[in-house]
């Protein structure tokens, strides 16, 4: 059963173009929503993360938007760069990570 | 600090092979994992611990085997290493898992069986 849906698997976008990677989940008991970045040959590290008891997150160049009714979450990456070149995954937290599928991102110079 | 370091980097396995990967973490973190990356599933977790001398089983523990004899150490066993085990594998750590809180992750573990 996959607890957390994630699109799309690669997206290629031009340098100063925004990045979407759009995530649904199942399980109500989430209460965290950490975003994780990947690069190649590295573990996992935490990016940003948001709450269920608000709809936006900035960080940077980083948003989060989450809507808690529809059980969609998303991160947006403004003026994509192509150091922002990796790997993004969704997770959803009841006391234990729960991933998405994760999506390769490519930012072309 | 090292952070999460895990040992060996890269394995190759023949069928039914044993071994041992080990985990350490120097930020006296309580919360251990272990979790298995595989093209296109992301990440899933296989055994987790809560504390010294604790374990349970995660999403897909079947094949593995963990113990916790020091809290600064997780080790992931298979026993007889099939074909469907070949993947990278992760051990991350954790302080808490109430509220905002963050995994930190090693490098990995590329292990082939063949």
């Known amino acids: 059963q996959q607890q957390v849906k994630q699109s799309p698997q690669s997206l290629i976008v031009q340098k100063g173009g925004i990045s979407i990677i759009n995530c649904a989940y199942e399980?109500?008991?989430?209460?965290?929503f950490p975003w994780y970045q990947q690069f190649p040959g590295k573990g996992p590290a935490l990016l940003i993360a948001?709450?269920?008891?608000?709809s936006e997150k900035k960080e940077g160049r980083f948003t989060i938007s989450f809507n808690k009714s529809a059980k969609q979450f998303s991160l947006h990456i403004m003026d994509s760069q192509p150091g922002d070149s990796a790997t993004y995954f969704c997770t959803g937290s009841a006391r234990q990570l729960t991933f998405g599928s994760g999506t390769q991102l490519t930012v072309l110079p | 600090n090292a952070g999460v370091t895990q040992t060996p980097k890269f394995r190759v396995l023949k069928t039914g092979q044993s071994m041992t990967l080990l985990c350490a973490q120097d930020m006296n973190h309580e919360y251990m994992y272990w979790y298995r990356q595989d093209p296109g599933m992301g990440l899933r977790l296989i055994h987790y611990s809560v504390g010294e001398g604790t374990t349970a089983k995660g999403e897909v523990p079947d094949g593995y085997n963990v113990s916790r004899l020091k809290k600064q150490n997780f080790l992931l066993g298979l026993e007889s290493a099939a074909p469907s085990q070949t993947s990278v594998y992760f051990c991350?750590?954790?302080?808490?898992?109430?509220?905002?809180?963050?995994?930190?992750f090693g490098p990995g573990t590329r292990l082939t069986v063949t």
């Open positions: 399980n109500t008991a989430f209460d965290y």
């Open positions: 948001i709450r269920p008891d608000v």
């Open positions: 991350a750590s954790s302080h808490t898992v109430e509220g905002s809180y963050e995994q930190y």
